[in-house]
């Protein structure tokens, strides 16, 4: 399987959490070998946990699945860039590589917390050589997912604004 493939997975769980009572549309795949040991979606409001993100939930299946906390080798495959927490997450957890679709550019400013700092400067700054960032993969299917940089989102439904 491509890259692609494992996103179109990553796209399906998005539309699974948005139709899911406290999920949402922000999915995240986990691959060690070709094969998937990991997935979810954003749980933050199901859960009441704000730790609850789609890469954190996939990586806690993960982690049960070989029954271990270090994904050497793996690739994360997100629907969103991750954010500062998935990505120190993914530092930590020892993944290999990271690939997502729409980034901060594509998508309304309210699904990041910080205005300065994304995944690549967490990457650049980490003691790791051994972690690549690919973004950009199915760009305008994941993108089409959220809401736009302009778009006027609905006060109720705004985050980190």
């Given at each position: 399987?491509?890259?692609?493939?494992?996103?179109?997975?990553?796209?399906?769980?998005?539309?699974?959490?948005?139709?899911?009572?406290?999920?949402?549309?922000?999915?995240?795949?986990?691959?060690?070998?070709g094969k998937i040991i990991g997935e979810g979606f954003n749980l933050t409001h199901g859960e009441c946990d704000p730790t609850a993100h789609a890469e954190i939930v996939a990586m806690r299946r993960a982690g049960k699945a070989v029954q271990n906390m270090e994904f050497r080798g793996a690739t994360l495959y997100s629907t969103l860039q991750p954010c500062g927490m998935c990505t120190m997450a993914s530092i930590w957890g020892k993944v290999?590589?990271?690939?997502?679709?729409a980034g901060r550019d594509d998508v309304h400013r309210m699904y990041f917390e910080d205005r300065?700092?994304?995944?690549?400067?967490?990457?650049?700054?980490?003691?790791?050589n051994d972690l690549s960032l690919e973004g950009g993969v199915l760009r305008d299917e994941c993108a089409a997912l959220y809401y736009g940089p302009k778009d006027e989102v609905p006060e109720e439904e705004q985050a980190n604004v």
């Open positions: 399987m491509t890259d692609e493939d494992y996103m179109r997975r990553a796209i399906e769980l998005a539309r699974e959490g948005e139709r899911t009572p406290g999920g949402s549309n922000i999915a995240c795949v986990i691959v060690l070998d290999t590589r990271i690939v997502f679709g300065h700092l994304d995944t690549s400067d967490f990457i650049r700054d980490a003691f790791r």
